[in-house]
């Protein structure tokens, strides 16, 4: 069992940045795959990005690819997503997600594949 905080999240104009974090407590951190999903209200979560167990592959909806970074610290057994020239249609609440699971192919962008949760970092970015 893995416990998720999301912090990092804004207010941020068009163009701007936000570095989010997401700190795993207990389990073993390199055991998790761990991804980043938004969701605004009324709609799905959205699969954002991706990264796998230890040094894993990562993976980038094709709507952030080239602007948004995930990474991970496995001093500080947190997660990162590196967010750049943000857009308006950035906003949304922000969860990451962890399983011991890897995620194949287009499994990733499943919510329902992912065990644990964290409660969520809200973005907003201004026109």
């Known amino acids: 069992e893995v416990q998720l905080v999301e912090s990092g999240g804004g207010l941020v104009q068009a163009g701007g940045s936000l570095r989010l974090s997401c700190a795993a407590f207990g389990g073993t951190f390199d055991e998790y795959a761990i991804a980043w999903f938004r969701q605004v209200p009324g709609k799905a979560r959205e699969g954002v990005s991706y990264?796998?167990?230890?040094?894993?592959?990562?993976y980038y909806a094709d709507s952030v690819k080239g602007r948004f970074t995930i990474s991970k610290d496995n001093a500080k057994n947190t997660v990162y997503l590196q967010m750049n020239s943000l857009k308006p249609d950035d906003t949304a609440v922000y969860y990451c997600?962890?399983?011991?699971?890897?995620?194949?192919?287009?499994?990733?962008?499943?919510?329902?594949?992912?065990?644990?949760w964290g409660q969520g970092t809200q973005v907003t970015v201004s026109s």
């Open positions: 997600t962890a399983d011991m699971d890897p995620k194949l192919g287009g499994l990733w962008r499943i919510p329902s594949k992912y065990n644990y």
């Open positions: 990264i796998g167990k230890g040094a894993g592959s990562t």
